[in-house]
């Protein structure tokens, strides 16, 4: 019912920037209920809470790691959603989804809770 489709990651050296999109494609997907989250994947680990946001209102969440370093945005009429990542690390390498669905505010962090899923992009961070 819902497609989303990331590009942008790459190869990179420590300290540099990327910028992840996300677009979504059907008519189905719900801009007032559902809200879009990035996750991401390193190898050997399980998937990790990187940042969301809610669709309708703009607000957004990010997992302590990455405040201050990313930044996700949403253009409305576009259907696209972005993850800015400045001053990249190392540990910041894996596989980056994003993932769309009708979340409670209190499960926005919660993989498990997201019915929609991109293929990823691999972010590389050379020290």
């Known amino acids: 019912q819902v497609k989303l489709v990331e590009s942008g990651g790459g190869l990179v050296q420590a300290g540099d920037s990327l910028r992840l999109s996300c677009e979504v494609f059907?008519?189905?997907?719900?801009?007032?209920?559902?809200?879009l989250g990035w996750f991401r994947q390193a190898p050997g680990t399980e998937r990790e809470f990187v940042a969301a946001?809610?669709?309708?209102?703009?607000?957004?969440e990010y997992a302590d790691l990455v405040k201050g370093r990313f930044t996700i945005s949403r253009d409305n009429a576009a259907l696209t959603a972005d993850l800015q990542m400045n001053n990249l690390k190392p540990e910041d390498t894996a596989i980056y989804y994003c993932a769309t669905g009708t979340i409670p505010d209190s499960t926005v962090i919660s993989s498990r809770e997201y019915t929609y899923w991109g293929q990823g992009t691999q972010v590389t961070v050379s020290s």
């Open positions: 059907g008519r189905t997907f719900n801009r007032y209920r559902y809200t």
């Open positions: 946001i809610r669709w309708s209102s703009g607000a957004t």
